[in-house]
């Protein structure tokens, strides 16, 4: 899952083309310090002079989201003379996970942390610590609450995300009168909320439960009760016409209870996230379209942020929108969006 | 043990007797009470292809259910179920690139079997609790299913073996799947198998009291080793079952089947304490699970009152089983 952001500025989505996007599988296992390649190898700990230390901290070790961010992240610190030392919780929400981390990282002399914060308050005092020893701490993907706990955090704005897939989902359907469905995340999340509102804001409905929506479930983002929600849904609600789903695994488990009813080819599934299956279900035909977020240009913009804070002192400030792209096969006038070979080019996971 | 009882009255002890000798029968008589209720106060749910859907969502749950009852009756509990079920659907749609489908499938299975002997090794040879040995094993089968699928989905296609149970028999509004019908054919057979032979009898038998299991001759080690890799062999074709169902493997996906499972179990009138209960309740008590959530959304309830209710009827089932066992022991 990802997560979210709240600013307003359209950047336009840099087409990085990336030759190599597949997760190199079981690149890198938990708690790894890779050492970075190109400079001298490093021995003990302390590393080489010269070296600069980056921390990051992520959810989760195994989400392919994350496994993204990782990877950019280290990739880019390689040719910049710096080094990333990655660690994470043990689970979606593990904020004593994160806040292990964060003091173990200080203990390794890091220069600066990125971090995707679990629950956005948990980790505010790990996170003073850090700023205590004069190290830099920049959020990554999710705000911290309140977001000035850090200087800086690099982030798509989910709220945007929701209103461009809304946008479009509303050029498409024309005339007829949506009945949506709504696939969210859970009640507490600010990513699902965000997402959600975004979308219907995009339809031209009002936040929450217009009456336009006819039914709604909290999948985790899972796409196995997803599936079984959408099943149930389905017996109540089966003139549905539109279905938001949270992330691409959640749009997975509606498209399968739609196709076992058949009911497939009436009903317009869309997507936010962004990963490599879901652009591929786009390709397919299954998902009308999704919404991308850019993991590797968040990891790379906050290398970069910490490598200039190192030599220079200077730090970033602010939210720093990372961007969102439409990506459909079946573009319409006046709505921007990339088309599905773009998007396997370009997706994570 | 014998104890007096204090004099009560005798029908409560009747019916008592009645509840320890088939510890199905609550379990059956609250599903029925819930099947009544949700057809009188919706419009949506008594009918046969709501049914069908209520099936279905169950099969995979069930199946996990089915080996997690052999384990608990022996008085173990197996917290790396969907964990094994997880890595066995990620090896059958990987290894599916480099042989055919049900070569793949066969191998997820047998490694779903080995990985579960090497818990009931630990059990029975290191005398380890087997909360801990398959709490142990949870997290080293989910590392390793993210390392070996780098974190990412593999999608499978839909017209291969891997998906054959996905498949359904259609009969007027009725649909029932392949899946479904190998999850009825496999609690058949595990139903006989617990019923029926000796083996089902040693099994009982060491859940009730490994040592005197021990002294009247039973091979106690090697009837626990023989449930583990049953069970295990049981969560390969659960994976095999879920692939039908879903037509990805997701390493993320099924994190709380473990626990979903032990759920169905609980509900389904096994006891925690082992030697009693059986397959018949775990079905209905996953059925209990489906139906209830099913319902509850056919009513337009929440999903968090669908969990809470839930766990309301754990805690419910478990008191029952405190209850009827004291008077029978």
């Known amino acids: 899952m990802s997560l979210s952001a709240c600013t307003k500025n359209s950047t ?32 003990a700990a302390g590393g080489s ?49 994160q806040v292990t981390a964060i003091e173990n990282l200080i203990q390794q002399g890091v220069k600066g942390i990125m971090i995707t914060p679990s629950n956005s308050a948990g980790i505010l005092n790990a996170i003073k610590e850090a700023e205590a020893k004069g190290i830099l701490v920049i959020a990554l993907d999710s705000e911290t609450t309140p977001v000035t706990a850090v200087p800086a955090t690099y982030a798509t704005d989910n709220l945007q995300a929701g209103v461009l897939l809304g946008k479009y989902v509303k050029a498409k359907m024309g005339a007829t009168a949506p009945k949506i469905i709504t696939m969210d995340l859970d009640p507490s999340a600010s990513v699902g909320i965000q997402r959600h509102n975004g979308f219907l804001e995009g339809m031209g409905l009002p936040d929450g439960t217009p009456p336009q929506v006819i039914g709604s479930a909290l999948t985790a983002g899972d796409q196995t009760k997803a599936q079984s929600a959408m099943e149930n849904l389905l017996q109540a609600h089966p003139d549905v016409n539109v279905v938001y789903s949270i992330n691409e695994p959640a749009g997975r488990g509606a498209y399968q209870a739609l196709s076992e009813k058949n009911l497939q080819s009436k009903v317009i599934v869309g997507s936010i996230d962004g990963s490599c299956s879901g652009v591929q279900y786009v390709k397919d035909g299954k998902f009308v379209a999704t919404v991308m977020q850019f993991p590797k240009i968040m990891a790379e913009d906050g290398v970069k942020a910490i490598v200039d804070f ?23 006038a006046g709505i921007d969006s990339k088309d599905s070979t773009w998007g396997l080019a370009n997706c994570w996971g | 043990m014998t104890s007096i009882a204090p004099p009560k009255a005798r029908g409560t002890d009747r019916a008592k007797e009645i509840f320890a000798r088939s510890p199905a029968l609550g379990p059956t008589a ?53 964990a094994i079920m997880v890595f066995a659907t990620v090896m059958m749609a990987k290894l599916s690139m480099q042989m055919a489908s049900s070569a793949a499938i066969l191998v997820g299975i047998l490694v779903a079997g080995g990985v579960a002997a090497i818990s009931g090794l630990l059990v029975t040879r290191l005398r380890l609790p087997p909360f801990i040995v398959t709490l142990g094993m949870l997290a080293v089968v989910t590392a390793v299913s993210a390392l070996y699928s780098g974190g990412t989905t593999t999608d499978v296609s839909a017209d291969s073996t891997l998906t054959l149970l996905g498949k359904q028999i259609t009969i007027g509004s009725l649909n029932i799947s392949y899946g479904t019908v190998l999850a009825a054919i496999l609690f058949l057979v595990m139903w006989l198998a617990l019923g029926k032979t000796g083996w089902g009898r040693h099994v009982y038998a060491v859940g009730n009291d490994a040592e005197a299991s021990r002294l009247n001759g039973i091979n106690v080690k090697g009837v626990l080793l023989s449930v583990y890799i049953v069970a295990g062999i049981v969560y390969g074709l659960a994976a095999w079952m879920a692939l039908g169902r879903s037509p990805s493997a997701d390493p993320n996906a099924f994190q709380t089947g473990n626990l979903d499972s032990i759920t169905a179990v609980v509900i389904g009138g096994t006891s925690l304490f082992g030697g009693r209960g059986g397959m018949v309740g775990t079905i209905i008590g996953a059925l209990i699970v489906s139906v209830l959530r099913n319902g509850l959304t056919a009513m337009q309830i929440d999903s968090n009152y669908q969990n809470l209710a839930t766990g309301v009827l754990v805690i419910l089932a478990v008191a029952f089983d405190q209850l009827t066992r004291r008077r029978s022991s």
């Open chain 1, 12 to 43: 336009a989505s840099p087409a990085t083309s990336s030759g190599s996007s597949a997760a190199a599988a079981g690149s890198a296992a938990a708690p790894s310090s890779a050492a970075a390649a190109g400079s001298a190898p490093v021995s």
């Open chain 1, 49 to 97: 002079a010269g070296t600069i230390k980056i921390g990051l901290v992520t959810k989760t070790d195994s989400n392919p989201y994350f496994v993204k961010l990782r990877e950019s992240a280290k990739a880019l610190a390689a040719t910049q003379g710096a080094q990333v030392i990655a660690l994470a919780g043990k689970f979606d929400g593990d904020n004593e996970g």
């Open chain 1, 310 to 332: 190192a030599k220079t002192g200077t730090k970033p400030t602010g939210v720093i929108n990372t961007g969102a792209t439409l990506i459909t096969d079946k573009p319409l």
């Open chain 2, 30 to 82: 609250a599903l029925i009470v819930a099947l009544v209720f949700f057809s009188i106060a919706t419009s949506t749910f008594l009918n046969l292809d709501n049914f069908s859907t209520i099936v279905g969502q169950t099969v995979v749950v069930s199946t996990l259910a089915l080996g997690q009852t052999l384990v608990i009756l022996t008085a173990g509990i197996d917290l790396a179920n969907g």
